[in-house]
């Protein structure tokens, strides 16, 4: 209950101080491509739940519904804001919504996508389903784009068993340092 207050109060916080690099990160989506400004994403969040994860559109609207490390060239597929935008995680900026509608929280496993059938399978033996879906997690801040799948489920299960309130305010502290650095972010 107290980290869903603190996700409340930290995402309206966020989205007050955060709401003109949202609208000028929407108006660059929408004068750089064709397409809708938001995509919204089938996700995987809690108990294995299905819920639509919104993102500012950084890839064309022709690319396969594949995690983008799956493609055989991604940069084939940016659009001409796309690299900038996930680089520097700002296409990450409509997940606060998720936040606030209970989706996800701010700390806790990133959410698969709905056909990731692997690593769904193994956080569910993990038992890491049974935890929201996070902005950031302990995988994210230990490896990003870079782990394998069973390093980052095995991360992902760290987290599980070992979440509190301090974890969790170090792991936003690490990931706003590692998105400044940039750090494994490959595409």
């Not at 690299?83 to 520097?88: A, E, G, H, V």
């Not at 956080?123 to 929201?132: A, C, D, F, G, N």
């Given at each position: 209950?107290?980290?869903?207050?603190?996700?409340?109060?930290?995402?309206?916080?966020?989205?007050?101080?955060?709401?003109?690099?949202?609208?000028?990160?929407?108006?660059?989506?929408?004068?750089?491509?064709?397409?809708?400004?938001?995509?919204?994403?089938?996700?995987?969040?809690?108990?294995?739940?299905?819920?639509?994860?919104?993102?500012?559109?950084?890839?064309?609207?022709?690319?396969?519904?594949?995690?983008?490390?799956?493609?055989?060239?991604?940069?084939?597929?940016?659009?001409?804001?796309?690299?900038?935008?996930?680089?520097?995680?700002?296409?990450?900026?409509?997940?606060?919504?998720?936040?606030?509608?209970?989706?996800?929280?701010?700390?806790?496993p990133r959410p698969a996508l709905?056909?990731?059938?692997?690593?769904?399978?193994?956080?569910?033996?993990?038992?890491?389903?049974?935890?929201?879906?996070?902005?950031?997690?302990?995988?994210?801040?230990?490896?990003?784009?870079?782990?394998?799948?069973?390093?980052?489920?095995?991360?992902?299960?760290?987290?599980?068993?070992?979440?509190?309130?301090?974890?969790?305010?170090?792991?936003?502290?690490?990931?706003?340092?590692?998105?400044?650095?940039?750090?494994?972010?490959?595409?």
């Amino acid at each position: 209950m107290l980290k869903r207050l603190f996700d409340l109060f930290l995402a309206l916080m966020a989205s007050l101080f955060l709401i003109l690099p949202l609208v000028v990160v929407a108006v660059c989506v929408k004068l750089t491509s064709r397409g809708p400004i938001v995509y919204w994403s089938d996700r995987v969040g809690r108990n294995n739940a299905i819920f639509k994860m919104p993102k500012f559109r950084s890839m064309r609207i022709d690319t396969p519904a594949v995690a983008t490390h799956l493609l055989s060239n991604p940069d084939q597929y940016l659009t001409p804001i796309g690299s900038f935008l996930r680089k520097s995680s700002l296409d990450e900026l409509p997940q606060l919504w998720s936040i606030l509608s209970g989706d996800m929280s701010f700390v806790g496993p990133r959410p698969a996508l709905y056909n990731q059938h692997d690593l769904i399978a193994l956080r569910t033996e993990k038992q890491v389903h049974t935890i929201p879906p996070g902005l950031t997690g302990w995988a994210q801040i230990n490896g990003r784009d870079e782990l394998p799948i069973p390093v980052k489920v095995d991360l992902d299960a760290y987290y599980l068993q070992h979440q509190s309130f301090m974890l969790d305010l170090r792991i936003l502290f690490l990931t706003f340092y590692k998105v400044v650095r940039r750090d494994g972010v490959t595409h």
